[in-house]
Every structure is written in structure tokens, then in C-alpha cells.
């Protein structure tokens, strides 16, 4: 979705999606670092988030913001979450997919 908004906002000239990072075109709401470079972010602003709504700042009700809202195929992030857990050296190894089901779905 955030490539679909950004070649939007861009009016479909991809160079900005090619050189600007994701996290930087839409950075997460929910974090430090991404509060500060949306507020940095010219007008209109593409903002990421996995926030529920009830958690979004009080100013987001009496602004004229938009929102997107994407649902994913559990199936699908599952199978993300798995070969992300493996490579991403914080979490601990997340053994074979069916342990990881398991673990999931608890």
C-alpha cells in the first residue's frame, strides 16, 4: 500500500520510491524516530502505523487526514513472520514452521 500511495503522491514517477526508503517515505507513528521524520515529511504525509485507532493521537480526530486501512491474510503473515524471525537476529530461532504455527497461534 505505501508503494501504491507513494507512486501517487510522486504522480507516478517511481525515482522517488527508488530513492527514498520506505521508512522514510511512510515512517511508523508508534516509534520515536518515526513521529519525528513524518513531522519532518512535506505535506501531504504518507504515515505507517499498526496502532488500533483508539491509541492515535487526539489530534487525528479533528484533522482532515485520510486512512487506509489494510488486513493481511493471517496465512500470509505467518509465512512473513517466519522467514523474518530467521534472519532478524533479536528474536530467538523460531524453529521449524509447524513449532512456529504453534507459537503463533498462541
Not at 500500500?1 to 526508503?21: F, K, N
Not at 504515515?47 to 488486513?71: E, G, M, R
Request: hydrophobic letters at 40%; one cysteine or more.
Amino acid at each position: 500500500m505505501l508503494e501504491i500511495l507513494s507512486l501517487i503522491r510522486s504522480d507516478g514517477d517511481p525515482r522517488w520510491c527508488r530513492s527514498v526508503p520506505n521508512w522514510d517515505r511512510g515512517p511508523w507513528l508508534e516509534t520515536v524516530l518515526g513521529l519525528r521524520r513524518a513531522r519532518g515529511n512535506p505535506r501531504p504525509r504518507l504515515i505507517s502505523s499498526h496502532l488500533p485507532i483508539q491509541l492515535f493521537p487526539k489530534a487525528f480526530f479533528t484533522s482532515k487526514a485520510k486512512v487506509i486501512y489494510t488486513v493481511r491474510n493471517p496465512k500470509d503473515v505467518l509465512v512473513s513472520l517466519y522467514h523474518f524471525a530467521r534472519i532478524f537476529r533479536p528474536y530467538k530461532d523460531p524453529g521449524s514452521l509447524e513449532q512456529f504455527l504453534e507459537k503463533f497461534l498462541e
